[in-house]
C-alpha cells in the first residue's frame, strides 16, 4: 500500500514558477514508477510527467517540454514538479500517481496503482 499527499499548490502569475511536491509512505518507493498528471473539469486528463524508479527516464508530455522537471528523491520518499514559465493553460488540480514498474515504461493514462488529493495550481494572465 502506498499513499501519496501532494502539497504546493497555489496561485501564480504567468511566467512564474511553483513547485510541487509529493510525499509517499511505504519502504518501497523506488519500485514505482511515479506520475504527475493533471485534470481540468469538463476536460480529459493529461500525464504531465513520469519518471522512473531509477530515475533512468523520464517522459513530459510535450505541453511541459522545457518548462517543467520531474525530480524524485528516493531516500526522502519524495517527488516534486517543478514548474517553470507557467501559463494559464496550467491551470489545473495536479496529481501524484504510482504505478508498479514495467519494462516499456508504460503509462496509462487513465488508471494508477495509487495517486493522491490533488493540489489546485491557478496561472493569472
Known amino acids: 500500500q502506498v499513499q501519496l499527499v501532494e502539497s504546493g499548490g497555489g496561485l501564480v502569475q504567468a511566467g512564474g514558477s511553483l513547485r510541487l511536491s509529493c510525499a509517499a509512505s511505504?519502504?518501497?518507493?523506488?519500485?514505482?514508477?511515479m506520475v504527475w498528471f493533471r485534470q481540468v473539469p469538463g476536460k480529459g486528463r493529461e500525464t504531465v510527467a513520469a519518471?522512473?524508479?531509477?530515475?533512468?527516464?523520464?517522459y513530459y508530455a510535450d505541453s511541459v517540454k522545457g518548462r517543467f522537471t520531474i525530480p524524485r528523491d528516493n531516500a526522502k520518499n519524495m517527488m516534486y514538479l517543478q514548474m517553470n514559465s507557467l501559463k494559464p493553460e496550467d491551470t489545473a488540480v495536479y496529481y501524484c500517481?504510482?504505478?508498479?514498474?514495467?519494462?516499456?515504461?508504460?503509462?496509462?493514462?487513465?488508471?494508477?496503482?495509487?495517486w493522491g488529493q490533488g493540489t489546485q495550481v491557478t496561472v493569472s494572465s
Open positions: 500517481a504510482a504505478d508498479r514498474e514495467n519494462p516499456y515504461f508504460r503509462i496509462s493514462r487513465n488508471e494508477h496503482d495509487y
Open positions: 511505504g519502504r518501497t518507493f523506488n519500485t514505482y514508477i
Open positions: 519518471i522512473r524508479g531509477s530515475r533512468s527516464t523520464t
